[in-house]
Nanobody
Framework: QVQLVESGGGLVQPGGSLRLSCVAS????????MAWFRQGPGKEREFVAA????????LYARSVQGRLTISRDNAKNTVYLQMNSLKPEDTAVYYC????????????????WGQGTQVTVSS
């Protein structure tokens, strides 16, 4: 399995921006399909965005489309989540996840997870 470490979370005002990073180690990063999930207070973990091994295919949850952008740099073993126009409902712990095969958006399909990074959107 690959080890994942997220960073970049914090407190931001509504309308603000953050960029989350997830650094992978232990296996060949470029062979992994990567995703971001989030879990808000009292809510189940939900899919946010995903990106294919080469970066050519990206998936987004409808609630974040147009505001959040997923990208990856295989040379740096890193996947990013650029978060713009943040809303209070984006408040959650954000998790990076990896799987070795094809497209997926269900948490059950991902075998490697980071520890999460807290994002709080509040004035």
């Amino acid at each position: 399995q690959v080890q994942l470490v997220e960073s970049g979370g914090g407190l931001v005002q509504p309308g603000g921006s953050l960029r989350l990073s997830c650094v992978a180690s232990g296996r060949v990063f470029a062979t992994y399909f990567m995703a971001w999930f989030r879990q808000g207070p009292g809510k189940e973990r939900e899919f946010v965005a995903a990106i294919s091994q080469g970066g050519g295919q990206r998936l987004y949850a409808r609630s974040v489309q147009g505001r959040l952008t997923i990208s990856r740099d295989n040379a740096k073993n890193t996947v990013y989540l650029q978060m713009n126009s943040l809303k209070p409902e984006d408040t959650a712990v954000y998790y990076c996840a990896a799987r070795e095969y094809g497209v997926a958006s269900s948490a059950a399909d991902f075998g490697s997870w980071g520890q999460g990074t807290q994002v709080t959107v509040s004035s």
